[in-house]
């Protein structure tokens, strides 16, 4: 049951939008969310609402309950341990808490558990060309302050390959940070030998998993990166909520960069000391009805089951790039027909810019997304300002791919080209 099956789930998705039925092709911004995610938290800020962790009452004690269980389920679904899950405001601010920690053992934060971590100048860090600013800029400031190197593996056509990143690691490498899946191209990383190249030169790994933990089976631990990052936002799930995934060892290891209550054992006026992970990296209250209700999420789609979404998403993704390869004057961008690509496809209309092109798809009920997709430097490799991205997800239908493209054929023409 996918699909058509699954719609009724989502009551957003039953609406018109300027007089068309609504057609979200935008879940790689935001998916929307079921009625049981919606309940999740909606019981439980009218029964259970209080502050975790604190209290010694009833509701404090069940508020913690339900938001470590949500923690446990979150874990469950990507194939980690409940305490290498931390909490973040998104996943932005996941991938920032690892640099500012990194940051922290440079100045020598940490002690000597931390020093494995130190960057210094002459030391490297590596990215791709093709990264979300989330997983671009954090590295770009840490360089600045260790007074390390970032370098980055170049794309050809918006795509890079493991060859193409060994052209770039080298012996001084300590960190390599990348996506899972581009939120442009849709193209897969190679992680597994991404994994193996780190190794061989004992560098860590980031994983920017935004795009692949809602659409396919995560197991980070069989995986073997150090860690990663995705948002409860773009999985059915609220926003103000992400995720930090480090390897225990390792996030027992880095010394907070942000600090405060709810993450320490003993404060002094002359300093502190930390909790373990995770919840030395939770500082302050944290987003408890946010958590409830991804413990949801996470929950539904494992009822559906990810194999099927997968399956169900690589269809429509093959329709849409082959339906839109087929249109006069658009330029798809990301992997050709045969090759691995996720449930999205980003194209330019000649003749057109982007954000003309989105108005009139949004004119007919059809929600994309449109401008640089927060990758401006991947734009710039392209020579473009701006794409239009269509993407899918377990509720949309063929139905609603052919919409699209029936209406993406009427752009050039609309505009007089």
């Known amino acids: 049951m996918i699909g058509a099956d699954l719609r009724g ?69 990507v194939g980690a341990q409940p305490d290498e899950i931390a909490w973040q405001a998104n996943a932005t601010d ?61 794309v050809d056509d918006g795509l890079w390959t493991i060859e193409d990143a060994r052209a770039v690691v080298t012996e001084r490498t300590r960190l ?37 933990a809602p659409h396919r089976m995560l197991a980070l631990r069989e995986l073997g990166v150090d860690f990663a990052a995705f948002s409860a936002h773009k999985m059915l799930g609220p926003t103000g909520l992400g995720v930090l995934y480090g390897r225990r060892e390792l996030l027992n290891a880095l010394p907070p960069g942000r600090t405060g209550g709810s993450m320490i054992t003993t404060v002094t006026m002359d300093g502190a000391q930390y909790l373990p992970a ?11 009805s946010q958590a409830v209700a991804f413990g949801a999420a996470v929950g539904y789609l494992t009822a559906v089951g990810m194999d099927e979404v997968l399956a169900h998403e690589h269809a429509l993704a093959a329709r849409l790039h082959d339906g839109l390869a087929g249109i006069p004057g658009l330029r798809l961008i990301g992997p050709g027909r045969g090759v691995e690509r996720a449930g999205l496809v980003a194209f330019d209309v000649e003749g057109v810019h982007a954000h003309d092109a989105g108005q009139y798809l949004d004119a007919r009920g059809i929600a994309v997304r449109v401008g640089h997709h927060c990758a401006q430097p991947l734009h710039r490799r392209l020579g473009l300002t701006a794409s239009v991205r269509a993407s899918v997800y377990l509720y949309n239908t063929e139905a609603d791919v052919d919409t699209f493209l029936e209406a993406a054929a009427g752009i050039r023409p609309y505009f007089g080209l």
Do not use: K
């Not at 800020?45 to 209080?50: C, D, G, H, W």
């Not at 920690?101 to 002690?111: H, L, T, V």
């Not at 940070?177 to 560098?203: I, K, Q, R």
């Open 9 to 77: 789930d989502f009551p957003l998705l039953d609406q018109t939008v300027n007089g068309h039925p609504l057609v979200y092709l935008d879940s790689a911004a935001t998916a929307q969310r079921p009625r049981v995610v919606l309940d999740a938290e909606r019981d439980y800020l009218e029964r259970r609402n209080s502050a975790v962790h604190r209290g010694a009452h009833t509701l404090a004690a069940e508020a913690t309950e339900e938001f470590e269980g949500a923690r446990e389920a979150v874990a469950r679904f």
């Open 94 to 154: 996941a991938l920032n808490t690892v640099a500012f920690a990194i940051g922290a053992a440079s100045r020598g934060r940490g002690g000597d558990a931390a020093r494995r971590f130190a960057l210094a100048p002459g030391d490297e860090i590596v990215v791709t060309e093709a990264e979300h600013h989330a997983n671009l800029i954090p590295w770009q400031e840490l360089a600045a302050q260790t007074g390390a190197t970032l370098r980055y593996v170049p």
């Open 176 to 212: 390599i940070a990348f996506a899972h899946v581009s939120n442009v191209t849709g193209m897969v990383a190679p992680v597994a030998e991404v994994v193996d190249l780190a190794a061989s030169v004992g560098a860590l790994t980031v994983l920017d998993a935004c795009q692949s």
């Open 278 to 288: 995770p919840q030395r990296f939770e500082a302050g209250t944290q987003a408890v």
